[in-house]
Each structure stands twice: as C-alpha cells, then as structure tokens.
C-alpha cells in the first residue's frame, strides 16, 4: 500500500511539474477560418486573450515575445479580449497597470488593435494604462474599421446595462456590413439578438487543466461546454481561445498557451 501511496505522489508531482512547464511555454498559433456573409475580401484577425500579467508564468519579456510574435503573423486586425493583470484588480495602482500592459504598445496592425475588459481588469486602471497607445478600448461601444464593424461589450460591467450597450451598438452597425463581436466572457453568446454577427471571448482559459475522460474542468457548465473552438447558433459565430495566462494555479495541463490567428472569408 506505501509503494502504491508513493507512486501516486511521485505521478502527481510529475504531473504537476509538466504542467507548470507547459504554462511558460511561448504560445502555439491556432489557425481558424469562418465564412462571413458581407464580406468582400479575406481578413486576418489575431487575438490574444488572458495574458494575466505580472503572474509566475507571465513576466514582461514573456509577454514581449508574444507581441512579436503577434505583429509576426501579419494580421490585418489585432483583438485583445480581456484580464490582462492577474489577482484582484482593486490591488493594482495605475503605475501598475500601465507598466503590465506596456509590451501591447508594439502590437501593430493597419487596421488597429482592440480590446475588452475582462473580470480580472479594474475598469480605471485599465482604461488609462491603455490611454494614448495603439491599443483602442471598446466599452459598449463600437467602431467602424474597413469592411467591419467591431463592437466591444463591458465584462466589468455584464449586467442587463451592458447586454442592452452591446445589442444597441450592434444595431446601430451599418446595414449589411459584417459585424465582430469582442468579449471576455463567452456567456454574451447567449445574449446576442438575431443579426448575424461573428463574435470572440476568452475567459475559460480552455479550462486550463484538462484530464483524459474528466475533461475540461470549469465551476460553470456552459464554459465547460465552451472551453475552446467554434460554436454556432444559427447565422451567429462564436470563437473561443483558451488564451496565454492563467490563475489560481501557475500551471495548463492539456491545454498549452495559445495565440489565435483568424481568417474571415467571404460566405
């Protein structure tokens, strides 16, 4: 019974061990396309989610490399959707703030960079730490780039006041032009109206530990079900990346790092 005891020990630290190493590992770019009625031409989208900043396994010239990395795939529009410092965000200082969002300055992209908040953002700190640099924040808002319309919704904010500032500024798009959606939390799929919209979110990090036969682990049945990839509601689109960071613990079993790099393509 000890030899047996021993060896599960031995097996979960061997385990854990893999896992905190596979958490600082740089990204793989997974590559998605999706058809999209309106549009005329391809588009390449790269969106990072979850980059927890300043975590363990997320230190500044990790998240340096990243950006490179990003401007490396050449996309037309670069998405962040949300939780860029990691821990409570009423803890962070704006000097803090800024000085974690720093390596997102040299993302570059001719169509622009865009972001959401997520829950791990403090709405203040972050607004003003993006301020000034590339990067645009969209907070129920939206902005017409190109052949897109892109609308941000507010996860800082998700009650019924952010739902109906999403919905509106979805309306208000310029009818016929394709419109994207950025989120942080993938629940806003299920709060979309009837136009057709392609919508992105992070938050559920894959799951971040993911075992054979257990799955995806999540304390929410509807992220646990929406853990990663494509998912479609009628004419409606949502992509899910399961993102760099992570929380609670510094380590992703079954689900590396990733950087999404997404080509829209005319329906």
Known sequence: MRRILLVIIAGALALA??????????????????????????????????????????????LRRVA???????????????????????????????????????LRAPLGVFAVLGNHDGAGNTAAAFAGGPVRLLVGERADVGPLTIVGANDIDRGSPAVEAMRRAIRTAPPGKPVLVLVHEPIFFTWLEKRPVVM???????????????GAWSINAYYAAHARGVFRAGQQQMLVSSGLGTTFLPMRIGVPPEIVLLTLVPA
């Open 200 to 214: 992105i979110a992070g938050h559920t990090h894959g799951g971040q530990i993911k075992l054979p036969v257990l």
């Open 68 to 106: 490179a990395m990003m401007n490396a795939l050449h996309p037309d529009i670069i998405v962040l959707t949300g939780d860029y410092v990691s821990g409570d965000p009423a803890r962070w200082s704006k000097a803090q703030t800024r000085a974690a969002l720093a390596p997102f300055d040299a």
């Open 17 to 62: 061990a893999f896992g905190v190493v596979s958490a600082g590992q740089d990204p793989r770019v997974v590559r998605y396309t999706l058809p999209v009625p309106g549009l005329a031409a391809p588009l390449r989208i790269v969106q990072l989610s979850d980059s927890h900043a300043s975590a363990i396994d997320m230190p500044p010239e990790r």
